[in-house]
């Protein structure tokens, strides 16, 4: 049986011919390269041959070409996307518990939770960016369009949030409706992360699954 390469995330397909899309990134059919149990056993020398080449030929000069080669180098993207997937969902049980035990304190320690990541997006945004653009080679596959829209989903709940607390500081310690849009906000929000960390985890442990 033939083993087909998606080149875009890695993906192994073992048929006669080629995935229509792949499933772990939605890449067409026209991605994926045959791979031989030779070439198979070649690829790693070889890739590490050409990496080292590069490395010699193409010293990065710029600013943004040496910013680059570290995020690359130090996979810095799944380091900072750690921040709003682990934060955020802390934040959103603290404003739940807020109106159950009337601890105010607690919608403090979300709202700091908050203003934290959303200062840290910028990072997390660029980050990803240089990784999708260098790494995967900027496809705009079904899965990457859906990181995408879920991160942009997630960086405006989350700066809307914080902008809504500065100006209402009580929203959150009276009851109203106000407070009640506010949490289902923070729900979305939490959404929205949860699907953006989902794409990157498919993306990235799903690349050597096998039909």
Known sequence: MKKWECTICGYIHEAENPPDECPVCGADSSMFVEVTEQEGSEKTDQVAAEKEQTQETTAPETLLEKATALIL???LHPITVHTPNGIIPFAFILLILTPVF????FETAAFYSLVFVLLN???VLF???I???NK???PLTSLFKLKIGASIAATSLLTLLV?????????MSTPSSGRIIFILL???????VGIAGHMGGKLVFGTNKND
Do not use: C, D, N
């Open 73 to 75: 180098q130090f996979h």
């Open 102 to 105: 009337g601890i105010i304190t």
């Open 121 to 123: 997006m910028p990072v």
């Open 127 to 129: 980050t990803g960016y």
């Open 131 to 133: 990784t999708w653009q």
């Open 136 to 138: 995967y080679k900027g």
């Open 163 to 171: 902008i809504w607390r500065l100006v209402q500081p009580e929203v």
């Open 186 to 192: 923070a729900l979305l929000l939490l959404a929205a």
